[in-house]
């Protein structure tokens, strides 16, 4: 068993003490948390997807016979594997499946390809991949070979669909494992349960240690907040492997609950709407872009939403005068929600007054997150003075899974993670989001780091150098601009896009809108920092348009 502990970047055991002591910490395992929820309500229906319904029963079964199969195919505790799925049932008996046996899944999201999913191998020390044959339009197949030719330690390929006559379909390991019962395992309630992946300014995405004691301190403590119990319906319309639809308070909230989870491929309002009245939905978690799409939607259709009571709204900031629409437009209760994926979660409570609701993006989930503000130079800022965020608590990582420069970067010498994010503190401990200190671009909820893509265009040989910066955008919140001085001749912008879809990388990380320019700066370059270079470009762009 490798790498199930974070020997140098886990919490120190006074933090470990204090958390149990607390009950934040109970040691509950995933695959216990189904169980137990299993034998209160066996026949409740757990899970809708496309056709598919299944119960708690069911759900548990299935988990303990893909946790059985896999083990039998070689598998052992500790291993990792790069999930690739959409919305889909599997999606939920998977990891499950996979909490079970202990194997720590790592999430893709449905838009990545190969560049992505090979990096997450590869820095995951991945042995298995596992996908959907086909989904939106594009095979995960090839993907797949690919992936083996340039990582020969993923060994395993599993498919969910037509899995061809070259890799091993889920339902062949399922019907391996069929009437095993797998519950205890190597894992224990401190160990990873999963990998996720951060939307850092920095690079490359880099991967994020989740246990099951603090991630399932979060759901119980999201679960309430949300107001979540048996009767819940949640529907997730975002891509289900992003923290957010999947913990604040997410599909995994919602079973912690007892609830029903619906699950739409499509967050479009047209499918939404209609599986709102279908399934009685009571909640669902979405990005302001959507937000703003299904109100424009709904004003137009007047769409049947009597069930729903509240919408989760994060990701990325919503501006006031949208917040605003929420509960005339959809009659619910609007929740506000900042997290991120290392950890740190806030909610707008249900029973706020408006004005916290529209203004703010929520307060801690735990009495027991600590939140710095601070200047440029770590001191920190008088009361209600915008700074820098740091935060350290019961479910925020100490590090980074294997990458200790970034861990170097990205936490303090006590243990704080730096966000990133710029925040004001409001008297009553609500935070206001301000911006970003790092370079990334936030588009529609999806973070791209402005290096990693610079990193791709330049190597292009068309391209002497590039700087990627965000631009506000009505729509998407943010879109990303490339600038570009080009070696000789000047490529077309479509060439260039269409370039970097083939090498493989997600379709929203190519530029929105590319700028060439003769040079960047009157100030030599190479003088000034990137950081420096991007705010310049940022600024010249204000005054252009
Ligand atoms: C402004 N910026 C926000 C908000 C996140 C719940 C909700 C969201 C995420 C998430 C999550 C924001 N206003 N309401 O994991 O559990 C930006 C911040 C933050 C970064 C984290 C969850 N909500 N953000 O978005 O890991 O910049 O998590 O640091 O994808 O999104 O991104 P991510």
């Not at 990792?80 to 990891?95: A, D, M, S, W």
């Not at 292009?460 to 009505?474: E, G, H, I, L, R």
Request: glycine share 8%.
């Amino acid at each position: 068993m490798t790498n199930l502990t974070i020997p140098q970047h886990g919490w120190p055991d006074e933090y470990v003490q204090r958390y149990r002591q607390a009950g934040h910490w109970q040691g509950e395992t995933f695959g216990a948390l189904l169980r137990s929820r299993a034998e209160q309500h066996p026949d409740r229906i757990a899970v809708v997807g496309g056709s598919k319904n299944l119960t708690y029963a069911q759900l548990d079964e299935h988990a303990s016979a893909i946790a059985a199969g896999l083990l039998a195919q070689g598998f052992q505790a500790g291993d990792r594997i790069v999930v690739h799925l959409p919305n889909i049932p599997e999606f939920i008996t998977v990891v499950f499946g996979l909490f079970r046996a202990g194997i720590i899944p790592l999430y893709a999201l449905p838009a990545h390809r190969i560049t992505e999913i090979e990096h997450f191998a590869k820095s995951g020390g991945a042995t298995g991949y596992l996908c959907a044959a086909e989904h939106g339009g594009f095979n995960y197949l090839g993907l797949a070979t690919t992936l083996q030719e340039r990582c020969p330690d993923v060994e395993h390929v599993i498919v969910i669909g037509d899995a061809t006559d070259r890799y091993t379909s889920l339902q062949d390991i399922e019907a391996a494992g069929a009437n095993t019962d797998v519950l205890a395992t190597a894992s224990s309630a401190q160990d990873i349960a999963f990998l996720q992946i951060s939307g850092g300014s920095t690079g490359l995405s880099k991967l994020i240690p989740r246990t099951h004691d603090d991630y399932i301190y979060t759901l119980r403590e999201s679960a309430r907040i949300c107001e979540l119990d048996g009767d819940s319906v949640l529907l997730c319309a975002l891509p289900m492997a992003h923290n957010f639809p999947m913990s604040s308070p997410g599909f995994l909230g919602t079973l912690y609950a007892g609830g029903r989870v619906v699950l739409s491929l499509s967050p479009s309002p047209e499918a939404c709407f209609e599986l709102i009245k279908r399934e009685k939905v009571t909640q669902c978690s979405l990005v302001p872009p959507l937000l703003m799409l299904w109100l424009d939607a709904a004003e137009r259709s007047k769409p049947n939403l009597s069930s729903l009571r509240v919408i989760q709204v994060g990701g990325a900031k919503l501006i006031p005068e949208v917040a605003q629409r929420v509960r005339p437009t959809l009659g619910v209760t609007l929740q506000q929600v900042f997290g991120m994926a290392e950890g740190l979660v806030n909610y707008t409570r249900l029973g706020d007054d408006a004005e916290t609701i529209i203004e703010t993006q929520g307060r801690p989930i735990s009495p027991d997150d600590e939140l710095l503000i601070v200047d440029d130079d770590g001191q920190a800022v008088a009361d209600g003075q915008a700074g820098h965020l740091l935060t350290r608590g019961p479910y925020t990582i100490r590090g980074y899974y294997n990458n200790p420069a970034a861990n170097q970067r990205s936490f303090t010498e006590d243990g704080y993670y730096r966000t990133g994010d710029i925040v004001k503190l409001t008297p009553d401990g609500y935070l206001v989001v301000q911006g970003r200190a790092g370079d990334h671009i936030n588009r529609a909820g999806e973070k791209i780091s402005a290096e990693e893509i610079e990193n791709h265009l330049l190597a292009n040989p068309a391209v002497f150098d590039a700087a990627v910066v965000s631009v506000p955008d009505t729509y998407l919140g943010e879109r990303s601009c490339a600038f570009i001085i080009p070696r000789n001749e000047k490529p077309r912008a479509v060439e260039l896009k269409k370039w970097m879809r083939e090498r493989g990388i997600a379709d929203f990380k190519v530029p929105d809108q590319i700028i060439f320019v003769d040079t960047f700066s009157e100030t030599a370059v190479g003088k000034i920092s990137r950081k420096t270079l991007r705010a310049q470009l940022r600024a010249q762009l204000d005054t252009t348009q």
